[in-house]
């Protein structure tokens, strides 16, 4: 917790050094303008805003007003007055694993039902309100992880969520056996979630293989951990500490706080390659500055650098020395024995739509589920509905 209060300390102060050097660069330019002769207001006007250039704000190209046309209530989550059950219904059967800010138990209720029990780690009130709205605001939707519950332990004080039980496979173990056709099966089942949540004027933040639960017997997919999604507001900034590294969109990694929905469809680019590919994680950084290295590697840095002029955004002087000069690699690169199989053409176009350093460009959800991937998927859904009989 120190050593990342440290490095956020530093990066502010980084920042801030960055911006006095840049506020004596634009008196000294001024002084030399009046040297010269009395400078115009054009001049003086020019030269502020080299100076001072403030990133270009963006605003996501679907669901941008979804939460101004809500009522206050359903997004504003520090007003939100939690309804806390009975933790007496409850009782815990196994650990299922921990995280950053919880802990998760397999538990059942008092008629024997199981759940899931996510007990959480002491952290501000107000985190805990927004992951507890943003799920009661998206109970009963495709995919998403169902909160039966709210309880608080009455001693001390802990807050507990309680969800439907999925009987998971280690994502390690499945993906390594999945099929062409499971894999574009489960992606649609994943947008379709995505699509939900984005609709509904929420972003998740934290897409990755750890945090959708298959039911591989059942065929059933959801979207679980709920602890780092937002409400969208257009140009708003938010937090670029979100998302876990291998999954973090190019915007996190070049500090823009001005994302979107967009943020969620990298991530899902990101499980995409590594599942047709066979390369788990498929960009692998050893710490956030080593990430958009690896993705530079494949992308080019030629379009990186037409991203960040693209939206003014002020590149950390650190990659000065670690970046390099990358061309963009094809992504038939990435084909060998073990996964051509998974590799056709539709999968390599609908991964160029996705992982894409502009976030304007990458599909959306919406859009994403009306690739040519995902036509045998649909094709499978109209012969299951058809009649008996039918051809």
């Known amino acids: 917790m120190i050593k990342k209060s440290w490095n956020e300390q530093r990066r502010k102060d980084d920042r801030l050094k960055r ?48 939460n101004s046309a809500k009522p206050r209530e359903y997004w504003d989550y520090e007003q939100h007055v939690i309804e806390w059950g009975n933790i007496e219904d409850y009782s815990l059967v196994r650990k299922l694993g921990r995280g950053k800010y919880s802990e998760v138990f397999e538990g059942v209720r008092n008629n024997d039902e199981k759940i899931v029990v ?19 605001n998206l109970r009963g939707g495709t995919n998403v992880i169902n909160l039966l519950d709210v309880v608080k332990d009455p001693i001390s004080r802990t807050p507990a969520l309680i969800f439907e039980y999925v009987n998971n496979t280690d994502f390690k173990q499945l993906y390594q056996t999945l099929s062409d056709f499971d894999i574009r099966y489960y992606l649609y089942e ?10 509904r004027g929420i972003m998740h933040r934290d897409v990755k293989p750890h945090n959708v639960m298959i ?55 990101c499980m995409l390659a590594s599942m047709i590919f066979r390369k ?23 379009e990186l650098y037409e991203y960040i002029d693209k939206y003014q955004i002020e590149l950390d002087p650190r990659f000065n020395d670690i970046l390099g000069r990358h061309t963009r690699k094809r992504w038939e690169r990435f084909v060998h024995g073990e996964n051509q199989h998974l590799v056709t053409s539709e999968a390599i176009d609908f991964l160029d739509h996705l992982l894409r350093y502009d976030h304007q460009e990458r599909l959306t959800a919406r859009e994403a589920m009306d690739h040519p991937y995902f036509a045998p998927v649909l094709e499978d859904q109209q012969r299951r509905l058809a009649p008996a009989g039918d051809s």
């Open 280 to 302: 788990e994680p498929f960009f692998h950084g050893h710490d956030n500055y080593d990430q958009l290295v690896r993705i530079c590697k494949v992308l080019g840095t030629d």
């Open 19 to 66: 911006k006095i050097d840049e506020i004596i660069e634009f008196k000294d330019e001024v002084f030399q303008l009046f040297v010269i002769g009395p400078p115009t207001i054009d001049d003086i006007e020019r030269r502020f805003e080299t100076a001072f250039r403030m990133p270009i704000p963006s605003r996501a190209r679907v669901y941008a007003d979804v």
């Open 190 to 199: 994943l947008l379709k979630a995505l699509d939900f949540c984005h609709a």
């Open 215 to 269: 039911d591989h017997e059942k065929r059933q997919l959801r979207l679980i951990d709920w602890g780092l999604a937002e409400f969208y507001h257009p140009r708003q900034d938010y937090n670029v500490r979100v998302a876990s590294r291998y999954f973090k969109g190019p915007e996190l990694l070049v500090d823009y706080q001005c994302y979107d929905y967009a943020l969620d469809m990298w991530s899902l680019g």
């Open 118 to 136: 996510k007990i959480l780690k002491p952290v501000k009130k107000k985190k805990i309100k927004r992951e507890i709205k943003i799920l009661e």
